[in-house]
């Protein structure tokens, strides 16, 4: 039997009993079967293969029950941030999280992300103390969520797929850069970059989503060579740390300076005390981030509020700590600012170049 065909069969399970809120005795093999339109014996291997991991257990003759935890994990009154360092998490940022939390009687605990470790042991985060886990950007991995739901840790992401199995609050990355992009064609821009380290199998959604607004607004004018994403994102970061950003946009700016056609404008999320287009001849700059995040001068930006989403995804996590069983939200965030204003505008340049000529 195909692996992939049971484990498929394993999470419309796992669905189903998601959706119906099961904490005891689930339905029967055949009733699976016909529910799930597939043969029994495919069932019965996704019930196993359920069983492996913890999340279903046989009893005798009684039949099947969702796994109830031996040891209750106990209530700390901990909320933990897990997060990639984007933006410092200074005092100043923490503070209304933290005084969101105390009106609750919870207290926060700020953990640093690490990719390697975090898929080595996936169950790391259940080491510490907390009662819920609030994610930030790309930092929960698949490896670790199916550990959590098995452990009825309650957490937040940013994740639109996993609406199924907790809150959602994300940014409207789609709406934002067909935003972006429409005003800097207005501007007269046609030929525009974007640059940008890969993601993880998680998040690569993101990078596709954009791409696709990309194509759709500028349709003709659209370079596939102009969407710049670094796979081997982990080799620059090995030889550079905390200055990988800067070292990945000095070298997209020489890919790009050395075009027979070079980008007028270069977009990009990666963090830089300097701009990139300065080393592109007739190039400008927008940089995408967080409100708290510096950016280099004289350059365009678009800011979403990183604050503003962990205070929504707080607030939905400290409700489900507290027991609350309600649907659960998607919430879609639009960007706080869009600031072209460094940005020259070519056709109010082309139309006073007319009235000189005339």
């Not at 990945?248 to 980008?263: G, N, V």
């Not at 507290?322 to 082309?350: A, M």
């Amino acid at each position: 039997m195909s692996a992939a065909i049971y484990k498929e069969t394993a999470e419309k399970i796992l669905d189903h009993i998601r959706q119906n809120q099961y904490t005891g005795r689930i339905p029967g093999m055949l009733k699976f079967a016909q529910l799930l339109c597939c043969h029994h014996k495919t069932v019965k291997k996704a019930v196993h293969f359920l069983v492996e991991k913890g999340i279903l257990e046989v009893r005798g003759t009684s039949g099947t029950f969702v796994r109830e935890k031996k040891n209750k994990r106990p209530k700390r009154n901990i909320i933990g941030i897990v997060g990639i360092s984007v933006g410092p998490l200074t005092e100043d940022f923490l503070r209304p999280l933290r005084i969101k939390a105390e009106e609750s009687n919870y207290s926060l605990m700020t953990i640093e992300f690490n990719g390697t470790l975090f898929r080595e042991n996936r169950t790391i985060l259940q080491n510490f103390p907390l009662d819920g886990i609030l994610f930030r950007g790309s930092s929960l991995l698949k490896e670790q969520f199916q550990y959590l739901i098995r452990d009825r840790i309650p957490f937040t992401a940013a994740v639109p797929s996993l609406t199924k199995y907790c809150d959602v609050v994300e940014f409207d990355h789609a709406a934002a850069y067909g935003k972006l992009l429409k005003e800097l064609q207005a501007k007269g821009y046609k030929r525009i970059a974007f640059i940008e380290f890969a993601r993880p199998p998680e998040y690569r959604y993101y990078i596709k989503n954009i791409r696709k607004v990309f194509m759709e607004i500028l349709q003709e004018d659209f370079d596939s060579a102009l969407f710049h994403i670094l796979e081997s994102s982990l080799c620059y970061i090995n030889n550079y740390g905390r200055n990988a950003g800067e070292r990945f946009l000095t070298d997209a700016a020489r890919y790009f300076s050395a075009m027979e056609e070079p980008p007028e404008i270069l977009i990009s999320p990666v963090q830089s005390t300097f701009s990139p287009a300065e080393k592109v001849p007739g190039c400008q700059y927008v940089f995408v981030g967080n409100m708290e995040q510096s950016y280099p001068e004289n350059c365009g930006m678009m800011k979403f509020d990183e604050k503003e989403r962990l205070l929504q995804g707080l607030s939905f996590l400290i409700r489900r700590c507290e027991g609350e069983n309600s649907p659960y939200h998607n919430v879609k965030l639009p960007p706080s600012l869009i600031d072209l204003s460094c940005i020259r505008n070519k056709n109010k340049d082309t139309e006073r170049r007319k009235k000189i000529t005339k």
